[in-house]
């Protein structure tokens, strides 16, 4: 069984190596120290389990979490906590389990044992059903998995089949349904149109007359078209400058 | 002897403002009785001033023995003595009237009733009254030791407390340390039992300048070991006067949320600045922090420790004291004032 081992205090991660160390079928695969480097890893070491720090910096072991069940391997999720984080309790039902740190290693053993009775996908549906936005996107492109900070987004175009994401450094395919986005991300984004959804921070003007509008952006050359119904809201927030 | 005294119900009649609200409350009393049309015959002011001469030679002399006999009623279970000063009120009030009523006969003033019904209606109002009064006294006294447990309480509450999150952790790290490096993990629960007794300690107790900044490097210790390179500190306290007296765990938690709050969502980490200056009469502390991306800032948790350390701030030293904080390109900046007051020799 291969265990890739996350969190951001060195001390912690020593500890959790030398118990996991002490088990038999069990391999440590890996290292890291804060989420992202986590989803980087776990995609190149398809690991089975990832034993998960919830409180780390950059990206939290929540949101590490969602973005580890999309992979095309999703690994089992173990979450690891100092001390009753708030988060937990929401989480208990659907992670495949959560260890108390000091952890003891019978503790360790046990939801080792658990993760192991659990097939990938099984794992996976447990992810935690965390309603906070993402502070990331990600999508595998060619078996890696790719990270976009939502706070580098521009817009959102849906077109047949799936949403891009531009952002400032290109462009993401991504799964997440345009409506979906935008529960999620509904602060920091506004429709425009029945297909896009337009970051409120890169908005910068209109032009065109009613009916032919079209919103310009910042960091990106195009502009995108804006339905007839969504261009008196967009006038207002521009005009009241409350982006 | 401070503790009877605090304990017992009735006031000292000897203390000066106390004999002083007795007069004044006599006075009005004279009043009243002045002011009921009991149909004495006389008019208001001559009625008023024999009242008030009768009045307050009852009250002044029942004062002065209540005054005596305090210390041996205080000892006594207080409702005991509740019922000795009545008994011994009521009798004073029965015996004056019986004097007053000699003296009517001695200066033919008028008396609208006989000596005998006079001196047992007297002793009537005296019972009430002194019932009232002392009913009065055990129950102000009540307020007040209530009172005086409330704000004992509201200190206790407001003692400075270490994040639960802190305790785990390091004790997270010293079970990783004792088979790394026994050594560091020694001093680190060294550290950890100085910090908590620090905390556990009565909120009251002042400590010295010097042992507050060590706490606080105890605890930098301690997180220095967890975070690693991610934590670094800049420590600008010479100029600080050592033997500054200050409430236990007034800057530590300040430090704690710069970690907390600071440090820890940053991957990279950052630098915590600790400055000090001091002038004859103030001391001013800065504790500096980076500040993460908006969005990781818990700022609950960040308020509650600052309100803490500022009510235990204002109980010590009242406005001569202040926290302020303010955030600035990237960094979040705490500034404690305190008065320079050295340890009572």
């Not at chain 1, 205090?9 to 002490?22: I, K, N, T, V």
């Not at chain 1, 450094?169 to 979906?180: H, M, P, R, T, V």
Request: aromatic share 6%; glycine share 6%.
């Amino acid at each position: 069984m291969k265990v890739l081992v996350v969190d951001d205090e060195a001390p912690a991660r020593d500890r959790l190596c030398r118990l996991l160390g002490a088990l038999d079928g069990v391999t440590v695969v890996g290292q890291a120290g804060n989420g992202r480097e986590a989803l980087e890893r776990a995609t190149a070491l398809t690991p089975d389990v990832v034993l998960l720090d919830i409180r780390m910096p950059g990206m939290d072991g929540l949101e590490a979490a969602r973005h580890l069940a999309r992979l095309p391997q999703p690994p089992a999720v173990v979450f690891t906590t100092a001390y009753g984080d708030f988060a937990l309790q929401a989480f208990e039902a659907q992670a495949v389990d959560y260890l108390l740190k000091p952890i003891r290693a019978e503790r360790l053993g046990k939801a080792l044992d658990k993760a192991r009775r659990l097939s990938g996908a099984e794992a996976a549906a447990l992810a935690p059903a965390d309603r906070r936005a993402r502070t990331h996107l990600s999508a595998t492109v060619q078996g890696a998995l790719r990270l976009v900070p939502v706070a580098d987004v521009v817009y959102f175009q849906a077109d047949q089949k799936y949403v891009t994401a531009r952002h400032r450094g290109g462009e993401l395919l991504i799964e997440d349904s345009l409506k979906a986005l935008e529960e999620e991300f509904g602060e920091a984004f506004v429709r425009i149109h029945r297909n896009a959804l337009v970051a409120r921070r890169a908005l910068r003007g209109i032009e065109g007359a009613e009916g032919q509008c079209r919103v310009r952006l910042a960091e990106v050359e195009e502009t995108l078209e804006v339905s007839r119904r969504h261009a008196p809201e967009l006038r207002r927030l521009l005009r009241g400058g409350v982006l | 002897m401070d503790a009877p005294k605090d304990s017992f119900f009735l006031p000292d009649f000897c203390a000066l403002p106390v004999a002083a609200a007795v007069v004044l409350l006599s006075e009005l009393f004279a009043f009243i009785i002045a002011l009921a049309p009991l149909g004495r015959g006389e008019d208001f002011w001559s009625d008023l001033a024999l009242v008030s001469l009768f009045v307050q030679w009852v009250t002044l002399v029942g004062a002065t023995l209540l005054c005596l006999l305090r210390p041996l009623l205080a000892r006594l279970d207080s409702r005991v003595a509740a019922v000795i000063a009545w008994l011994l009120l009521v009798a004073l009030v029965g015996t004056f009237s019986h004097i007053a009523t000699r003296f009517t006969v001695e200066f033919a003033l008028p008396l609208a009733t006989a000596p005998a019904e006079f001196v047992l209606r007297n002793m009537g109002i005296g019972a009430i009254v002194s019932l009232i009064t002392l009913r009065y006294f055990f129950l102000q006294h009540q307020w007040q030791q209530r009172l005086k447990a409330e704000s004992e309480a509201r200190l206790q509450a407001l003692q400075a407390r270490i994040r639960p999150h802190f305790l785990f952790n390091s004790m997270n790290t010293i079970a990783s340390l004792t088979r790394s490096d026994p050594d560091a993990a020694e001093a680190a629960l060294e550290d950890l039992s100085d910090l908590f007794r620090a905390s556990l300690a009565d909120a009251r107790r002042l400590i010295t300048l010097d042992e507050e900044l060590a706490l606080c490097a105890r605890y930098l210790h301690m997180e220095g070991l967890r975070l690693g390179e991610r934590l670094r500190v800049q420590w600008d306290t010479d100029d600080l006067p050592g033997d500054a007296q200050l409430p236990a765990l007034t800057l530590q938690p300040l430090v704690e949320n710069a970690v907390y709050h600071g440090i820890e969502p940053l991957a990279e980490g950052g630098a915590i600045t600790i400055q000090g200056r001091r002038n004859d009469t103030r001391l001013m502390i800065e504790v500096r922090n980076p500040v993460g991306p908006a969005g990781t800032v818990q700022a609950r948790g960040h308020r509650m420790a600052v309100e803490n350390v500022r009510a235990r701030l204002e109980a010590h030293f009242g406005a001569a004291a202040c926290l302020e904080s303010q955030q600035e390109a990237g960094h979040y900046i705490v500034k404690l004032t305190l008065p320079y007051r050295k340890e009572a020799s």
